[in-house]
């Protein structure tokens, strides 16, 4: 029986879009954003949580510095 030329590759994941931020919480402040996580409405990812925040405060400074 012949030899098969099909070239088999892995399935790989589509590359990340964003740029790579590690971030270490000491343990009070990784509590608070718990917290923050548990008060609203749905469930949300620590990362997820972080963006909204970062966001929340980044849209509050540009309102305070016009």
Known sequence: ???SNRVYTK???PEAAGTM???RLQPDDLELLDL???A???HMTRPEAMRRVL???ALRT???NP
């Open 21 to 23: 931020v590690g971030v």
């Open 36 to 38: 923050w996580i548990a």
């Open 11 to 13: 399935k790989q994941r």
């Open 1 to 3: 029986m012949a030899k």
């Open 40 to 42: 609203q409405d749905e």
């Open 55 to 57: 966001r929340m405060v």
């Open 62 to 64: 540009r309102s305070l």
